[in-house]
């Protein structure tokens, strides 16, 4: 079953739900045991214009940091361990998921993924959106897990 850990920023922070995803994403890619292959990250964004906005920022968050990441279709999803996608595809990708949709209703195919993250910010429509999604996730069984994150 599906793993879901909602990352939540405290009311200090000046972040939002795209820099808090970035993060997410390079500790999930720098967490990989020693020597191990990190896992594959896809990240549902189904807007276009923020699905680029993301693209964008995960060139340029931080100086020091190298994320491989592409648009689907715009990049080899094989060679390629940390794709947005506006759809969930492609359906290969079974790791991580990180959903950025503000629909209340969970991504469609979240349950074929070991692990999923509810990045969530100070907006109030996505806050609210993330507790129903917790609550379906709660009502479904699903191991979850809260972090607040500064």
């Known amino acids: 079953m599906?793993?879901?850990d909602?990352?939540?920023l405290k009311d200090t922070s000046r972040d939002d739900r795209f820099g808090l995803t970035c993060r997410l994403v390079e500790?999930?890619?720098?967490?990989?045991?020693?020597?191990?292959?990190?896992p594959r990250v896809?990240?549902?964004?189904?807007?276009a214009r923020q699905a680029r906005h993301l693209d964008r920022l995960l060139w340029s968050f931080r100086e020091d940091s190298f994320l491989p990441h592409g648009l689907?279709?715009?990049?080899?999803?094989a060679l390629t361990p940390i794709l947005i996608s506006s759809d969930g595809q492609p359906e290969a990708e079974r790791q991580v998921l990180i959903n950025l949709s503000p629909s209340p209703e969970p991504p469609a195919?979240?349950?074929?993924?070991?692990?999923?993250?509810?990045?969530l910010d100070?907006?109030?429509e996505i806050r609210q959106a993330g507790r129903k999604r917790y609550l379906?996730?709660?009502?479904?069984?699903?191991?979850?897990?809260?972090?607040?994150?500064?």
């Open 2 to 4: 599906t793993r879901v």
């Open 6 to 8: 909602f990352y939540i």
């Open 27 to 38: 500790r999930i890619h720098k967490r990989a045991a020693d020597g191990a292959t990190p």
């Open 42 to 47: 896809l990240i549902y964004c189904p807007d």
């Open 72 to 77: 689907v279709g715009e990049t080899d999803a």
């Open 109 to 119: 195919f979240h349950r074929r993924f070991e692990r999923l993250c509810e990045p």
């Open 122 to 124: 100070h907006d109030p």
């Open 136 to 150: 379906f996730y709660r009502d479904g069984g699903h191991p979850l897990a809260h972090h607040q994150v500064g």
